[in-house]
């Protein structure tokens, strides 16, 4: 364990084998940080947060502060945090209003990111430089979200899409998809992206037969659904597809 002589260490606090912290870096009392993690300089841990092992925070970031929330009225929340994430500069993230907010594995979480109260952030996800998260977001796994994209509150991110830069993303981003524009709407497939992931040619053409149905002129989204159920085979993605345009509750970004 490598500790700065001028880092701040609260009682109570739990730090696992080999941990490295920063100077002039805060951890506050209660706070838990698993073997293998790398505090920066000037980072500021607050009580009420969690997080597993090998994760490396760079230098200015705040995790556990309050939420930046009216309804907010004080009481025992949280941040939990999973393992393999790299967590760069000046990165903020919030407690939660109510239950908690979390951040799962093997995330990349670019300089001057803004994770908001209530977030849910899955495994493998990108996001890049001053994307900024209200509160209540939900980001599935491997989605990707461009720099200075702002996310409306409630929104939901699905896996494996892609966000172009410094769009607004006030509605749910289809899986799969590669969104862009002002109206925000998807463009198509995230082919890169799904083959990066390792998605067969057959996987993706079906996925691509699935969304010339959703972004067609001469077709509603209830239409569109009815025509994937109808003309396509119903494999699992297309079938989580569906599922996630039913049940959203802000609307599609289509």
Do not use: W
């Not at 805060?26 to 706070?31: C, P, R, S, T």
């Amino acid at each position: 364990m490598e500790i700065h002589k001028t880092a701040i260490i609260g009682g109570d606090t739990s730090l696992g084998k080999d941990v490295k912290v920063g100077a002039y870096s805060i951890i506050e009392e209660g706070v838990e940080i698993g073997d293998g993690c790398e505090i920066g300089n000037y980072v500021c841990i607050k009580r009420g947060t969690k997080m597993g092992k090998n994760n490396k925070v760079y230098q200015g970031t705040v995790i556990g502060n309050p939420p930046q929330d009216l309804s907010f009225k004080g009481g025992e929340t949280f941040v939990r945090i999973g393992s393999n994430n790299t967590i760069r500069e000046y990165v903020t993230i919030h407690r939660a209003t109510g239950e908690g907010t979390i951040i799962g594995n093997d995330n990349f979480l670019m300089a001057y990111c803004h994770i908001a109260h209530n977030v849910k952030i899955g495994n493998g996800v990108i996001i890049a430089n001053a994307a900024q998260l209200a509160g209540f977001v939900l980001v599935f796994d491997y989605a990707f979200i461009s720099g200075l994209c702002p996310v409306h509150q409630f929104v939901r991110i699905g896996e494996y899409s892609i966000i172009g830069g410094g769009y607004r993303i006030p509605k749910d981003v289809l899986p799969y998809s590669l969104t862009a524009g002002d109206p925000l709407r998807a463009r198509g497939v995230n082919v890169v992206g799904l083959k990066r992931h390792n998605f067969g040619k057959k996987s993706i053409d079906i996925l691509n037969r699935a969304f010339r149905f959703l972004l067609s002129r001469e077709l509603n989204t209830h239409q569109a659904i009815e025509m994937i159920r109808k003309k396509l085979p119903q494999r699992e993605e297309i079938k989580h597809l569906i599922e996630f345009i039913e049940s959203s509750e802000r609307g599609v970004a289509i």
